[in-house]
């Protein structure tokens, strides 16, 4: 894994055994952050990356000066994974926690400036969760909510509340929304 652009630009880590994982390719991870220079305040940003991983986005925002990112996965081996790199680069802007993603979307009260999901292609319950998101104050009213997905659900992410665009990069999709006015 790398981290493709910003000040971390280059570093590298390496991923545990025993972690089944599908890391955003760096082609898809690099169009989807030209996307999002335009739409994020990065120094002024708070983030989350969901279903975080390899910590990869999560990573990668940190890289782009992100005031905030937090990491939540409900593997303990990726977030121990994620701790120790963010011990290891210093980064002290940045938290790893071990949860449910639907059980995070409704307790947690902090909204996000960027929220990024991740979900496993066969989970078909985070079709709901751009919407819970978004209906529980989760995202700022200036601030986009990312879901990748893979092409079974393109069909379906237009009809999802507060949904934009969805841009396509091989078998990797990302569908951006909004708070609605």
Known sequence: MRIIAGALKGRTWTLPKGLDLRPTTDRAKESLFNVLQAQVDWP????????????????????????????????????????????????????????????????????????????????????????????NGLLKPEGVLVLEHGPDWAAQTPSIAGWQSTKKYGHVHFSYFRVEN
């Open 44 to 135: 002024l940003a708070t983030c989350l990356d969901a279903f975080s991983g390899t910590g990869s986005i999560g990573f990668e925002m940190l890289s782009r000066g992100a005031k905030e990112v937090h990491f939540l996965d409900k593997n303990p081996k990726s977030i121990q994974h994620i701790q120790k790199q963010l011990a290891a680069w210093k980064m002290e802007n940045a938290q790893a926690v071990q949860g449910d993603v639907f059980e995070f979307a409704h307790r947690q009260k902090k909204p996000y400036d960027l929220v990024f999901l991740d979900p496993p292609y066969t989970l078909s319950e985070a079709l709901e969760l751009p919407e819970r998101f978004i209906q």
